[in-house]
């Protein structure tokens, strides 16, 4: 079983090959893992508020305590202005959180471990995020370029690297989820390989390094869908309020 | 031009990932995941936003009211046990006015009746030891006529059983109310 451990992230086609113009639109294993994601989480949801009580049960109660959880991230970061992109960002967090997640079991398919479904969605957010800008302030938003308080001199150094920091966003966002998604899965890969080769007279020390790492990949998972929604919520500040 | 520099990032990109072992930098698998991706997010999002969101919060915000009312009434109680408790503590502290005046008004009427008892048995007293004084008054002069009879008639005696002879009276009564006259102003000094 001397697989390659980068052959977990491959995509596979499943059933027949779908083309939409020039495009490639075939139904493949990533595909699959998405529809079950959102699948689980809606189904998660529907059933935890299916009959909703004054006391909640403990389906409802898990469900509340997300939906706060987000919100007052929400409130907190961006304030209550950013009250109507609540949906948006509740999806993200859980997307990004059952992904990761659904990822952990073994065999499945982690769809954030690839670069373009996370860059998709920073992309997505970027866009977003500087349309709810430039809609909300005009052309004042590129005052965000300009800090408050910079010598004069400084000026067109500084301007440049906020430009520069504000057009990174995206791949910083992406590139921080899908290299730990990744980076966790291949590890998680190597050390099962290890205690395989090794066979049950060494096999017992990569088998509790696998056993921990899965605990902290576990971590990961929960603190990577919180970084990714946080920050979607700090770029959206950032939209609402000028100078913050 | 451009479509062969497309091509040529794109297969060199293909052989880079080849290289890398990277299935996630193989171009031929983004557009799938990307079409998916719009696809399966889109479809959580609607979902959220419209179903799953408004029921959330429906159920959250019924038990909000329903604590805020709660906590409403409860506040009411309390105010009213509060309005209660101020007007058992008015009561309290009229009672305690009235008992102190009462008590006070019984002190005076008893300090007045007290004094008006003392006068007037002083008053009594005063007739008693005056009546008293006359009465000893009235002996004492009754004694000295006695006392002046007593001395005439013994003198008058004594001086028959020695003698014999009478003497005239008048002249023994001069003599005793001369003795008692002296007595009299010895007395007084």
């Known amino acids: 079983m001397a697989a390659n451990p980068m052959q977990q992230f491959k995509v596979k086609t499943i059933g027949p090959k779908i083309e939409l113009g020039s495009f490639d639109i075939s139904f493949t294993n990533s595909s699959l893992f998405m529809v079950l994601v959102v699948l689980s989480i809606v189904s998660f949801f529907i059933i935890a508020t299916q009959n909703k009580s004054l006391i909640p049960n403990k389906l409802q109660l898990v469900a509340e305590m997300i939906y706060e959880f987000v919100a007052k991230m929400i409130n907190e970061t961006a304030g209550q202005d950013a009250r109507p992109y609540f949906p948006f960002i509740l999806s993200l967090f859980l997307f990004v959180l059952f992904s990761n997640m659904i990822g952990m079991i073994p065999y499945s398919f982690t769809i954030t471990s690839h670069i373009v479904v996370t860059f998709a969605l920073a992309i997505v957010i970027f866009f977003g995020v500087t349309v ?22 400084l000026l067109p150094l500084i301007i440049v690297i906020e430009i520069i920091s504000y057009l990174s966003r995206p791949i910083s966002l992406s590139v921080r989820l899908f290299a730990n998604m990744m980076a966790g899965h291949t590890m998680l890969k190597v050390f099962g390989g ?8 060494g096999g017992w020390l990569p088998l509790g390094f696998s056993v921990a790492l899965t605990g902290l990949e576990i971590l990961v998972a929960f603190l990577q869908a919180y970084v990714f929604a946080i920050l979607t919520c700090i770029y959206l500040n950032d939209a609402l309020h000028l100078h913050h | 031009m451009r479509t062969i520099i497309f091509i040529y990032l794109y297969t060199s990109a293909a052989e880079a990932a080849e290289k890398a072992g990277m299935p996630q930098l193989d171009p031929s698998v983004w557009a ?14 609607l979902v959220i936003w419209k179903v799953i969101l408004p029921r959330l919060s429906d159920s959250i915000e019924q038990r909000n009211d329903h604590i805020s009312d709660n906590l409403d009434e409860a506040k009411k ?38 004094f008006n008892i003392k006068k007037e048995t002083e008053k009594i007293f005063d007739k008693k030891l005056k009546e008293v004084e006359k009465d000893i008054n009235l002996m004492k002069k009754e004694s000295i006529t006695d006392v002046k009879k007593i001395a005439l008639d013994l003198s008058d005696n004594i001086i028959f059983e020695m003698t014999g002879n009478k003497i005239d009276k008048k002249n023994i009564e001069d003599t005793i109310k001369e003795i008692i006259k002296n007595e009299q102003s010895r007395e007084l000094n």
């Open chain 2, 77 to 114: 109680v309390a105010n009213e046990a509060e309005i209660l408790n101020k007007s058992y503590e008015e009561i309290i502290l009229k009672a305690k006015n009235e008992a102190s005046k009462i008590i006070l008004n019984n002190k005076k009427d008893i300090n007045q009746k007290l």
């Open chain 1, 132 to 153: 709810i800008g430039f809609l909300k302030h005009g052309i004042k938003y590129l005052e965000l370029f300009v800090p408050k308080g910079v010598p004069k001199l």
């Open chain 2, 32 to 45: 799938p995941q990307i079409f998916w991706l719009i696809i399966t997010f889109g479809f959580l999002y």
């Open chain 1, 194 to 201: 290890f205690v395989v080769s090794l066979g049950l007279v």
